[in-house]
């Protein structure tokens, strides 16, 4: 069992940043891709950033692409999202999740959520 505790979200103005991070129960963590995903009001919830076990592949949505970045430290169990050039448009609860891999859109534990405000 896994359990995800998101924190780092809050209001910030628009060009503003941000860096969530994404804290794991337990001794697996390193054995499970990363990812995080956000979901607007009266939207659905939609992949942001994906990271592999160890680190070393990443991939990003489209709209994040260039301002956004994952990264992980295994050894504190911890998963970030640094957020740069923050856009109204990027105004969510932010959640992370645990998978099997970067590839596949497979999930077996979810965090709560962190809202994350951007006022323009």
């Known amino acids: 069992q896994v359990q995800l505790v998101e924190s780092g979200g809050g209001l910030v103005q628009a060009g503003g940043s941000l860096r969530l991070s994404c804290a794991a129960s337990?001794?697996?963590?390193?054995?499970?891709?990363m990812h995080w995903f956000r979901q607007a009001p009266g939207k659905e919830r939609e992949f942001v950033a994906g990271i592999s076990r160890s680190g070393v592949s990443t991939r990003y949505a489209d709209s994040v692409k260039g301002r956004f970045t994952i990264s992980r430290d295994n050894a504190k169990n911890t998963v970030y999202l640094q957020m740069n050039s923050l856009k109204p448009e990027d105004t969510a609860v932010y959640y992370c999740?645990?998978?099997?891999?970067?590839?596949?859109?497979?999930?077996?534990?979810w965090g709560q959520g962190t809202q994350v405000t951007v006022s323009s």
């Open positions: 999740a645990a998978g099997p891999s970067i590839w596949t859109m497979s999930f077996d534990y």
């Open positions: 337990g001794r697996t963590f390193s054995t499970y891709a």
